[in-house]
């Protein structure tokens, strides 16, 4: 098997009680944001993980929706402080998409775009 490029999403690390700064997309040549205590990002979170919505920031995220948009969607789809999240699946390959169940429903989104969402593993 041939390892994965570093920075790729098939290299991104779990979520271990920690949070992230903000810092490279997943994906991208560089590697994955630096990590800090006490939180992190949905997008680095791995099947089976549940965590608690804190907030989001998506100044973290490259989009090309204006700026407020892509915080106003997610909100629409149920992301909000409180919200309990668990990760169902990961894409193949390179584990994107992420399907999400949000409380009582669930949905798919990009793991870039994830990684907007901050939350605290549950």
Request: charged residues 25%; proline residues 11%.
């Amino acid at each position: 098997m041939i390892p994965p490029l570093p920075g790729s999403a098939l290299d991104a690390r779990p979520c271990l009680a920690t949070r992230q700064t903000p810092g490279p997309m997943p994906g991208g040549s560089a590697d994955p944001p630096k990590v800090e205590s006490d939180g992190c990002r949905l997008g680095a979170l791995r099947k089976g993980q549940r965590a608690v919505v804190t907030g989001l920031d998506e100044t973290a995220v490259a989009t090309p929706l204006p700026p407020g948009e892509l915080e106003r969607r997610m909100i629409e789809m149920g992301l909000i402080e409180g919200a309990r999240v668990e990760i169902l699946h990961e894409g193949f390959p390179g584990a994107d998409p992420l399907a999400v169940r949000i409380d009582d429903h669930t949905l798919a989104l990009r793991r870039a775009e994830a990684h907007a969402v901050l939350v605290t593993l549950a």
